[in-house]
């Protein structure tokens, strides 16, 4: 055969892999399983990481790794046809090995609010669930739009959010909380500093003087700072501290809109409270 046919037929042959509809699917995000149940292609699922645990079905495919890694080699014997990876949570040098051995890969790695809708279409055209992805994707983006106009016009009130306790950290205009917290008309008391997710002091807190406090929902987190030792802080003196669950907080997954919609509920009885 002629170096040129060779070629062509290559070229060929990873065309028709990046159109073909991928039914084996390796999934290297909690993120990306849920996406994949929402648009019905859960049951095509091989392997995942330690986390991936919504819907519940999902609790029971095969783990392959975590955040630490993954074994490459039971991902290759599985022999999927489609890797959906998570540029923000795996390892770069095994995203870069998979690429080098010619796996299909696709990066699911949603930045901002409206990149989920985006990933869910892209993930439906993958496998060939496009209209009830399409349908979902739709909705997704109907939701947030109007829990953004409906909270636009609603008096701010600022908030300081406990992403986690010991240390205590907290988020920044960048980070993906913030645009949830945006969303509801809420001004981060952190805002403008320079990591994403910044380490803070009690001491930082009681001069930000936050209105609200939302704490991610997690037994490490949530039991171990005593706020009211801080009865200068708004929040604790007018009791405006909630809980909120951090699955729907910090999974860009599709029920990323239930979390926004709680951020909101939580701002709003804290609007109430100081409108009294």
Same mark, same amino acid.
């Given at each position: 055969m002629k170096p040129g046919f060779a070629i062509a037929g290559a070229l060929l042959l990873i065309s028709f892999q990046c159109l073909a509809k991928a039914?084996?699917?390796? %999934? !290297? $995000?909690?993120?990306a399983v849920?996406? !994949?149940?929402?648009?019905? #292609?859960?049951? $095509?699922i091989l392997a995942t990481t330690d986390h991936a645990d919504y819907p519940e079905p999902a609790k029971q495919i095969p783990r392959i790794g975590g955040f630490y890694g993954f074994s490459l080699e039971k991902l290759l014997a599985l022999k999927p046809d489609l890797v959906v990876v998570w540029g923000g949570g795996n390892r770069q040098q095994d995203i870069d090995k998979m690429r080098q051995l010619g796996l299909r890969l696709?990066?699911?790695t949603p930045k901002k609010l409206e990149d989920v809708a985006n990933e869910l279409r892209t993930l439906g055209? &993958?496998?060939?669930?496009? %209209? /009830? =992805?399409?349908k979902l994707a739709d909705e997704l983006e109907r939701k947030l739009a109007k829990l953004r106009a409906d909270n636009a016009i609603k008096p701010p009130v600022t908030? @300081?959010?406990?992403?986690?306790? /010991? +240390? &205590?950290?907290?988020? =920044?205009?960048?980070s993906w909380i913030a645009q949830i917290i945006s969303a509801?008309?809420? %001004?981060?008391? @952190? #805002?403008?500093? #320079?990591?994403?997710?910044? /380490?803070? $002091? &009690?001491?930082?807190? !009681?001069?930000? %003087? +936050? /209105?609200?406090? !939302?704490?991610?929902?997690d037994s490490g987190n949530v039991q171990r700072v005593d706020w009211q030792q801080w009865p200068d802080i708004p929040a604790v003196a007018n009791n405006q501290i909630y809980p909120l669950n951090a699955d729907l907080l910090h999974r860009a997954g599709p029920r990323v809109i239930d979390g926004v919609a709680a951020t909101c509920d939580a701002l709003d009885k804290a609007r109430k409270a100081y409108r009294q």
């Open positions: 039914d084996r699917i390796v %999934a !290297l $995000s909690p993120h849920e996406m !994949l149940y929402a648009i019905g #292609a859960g049951d $095509s696709h990066d699911s055209k &993958l496998t060939g669930h496009e %209209a /009830q =992805a399409n908030v @300081f959010y406990q992403m986690w306790s /010991q +240390p &205590l950290m907290t988020v =920044a205009n960048q509801c008309n809420g %001004a981060n008391v @952190f #805002a403008n500093t #320079a990591s994403d997710y910044p /380490q803070v $002091s &009690l001491e930082n807190v !009681l001069i930000k %003087a +936050p /209105q609200v406090i !939302l704490q991610s929902e």
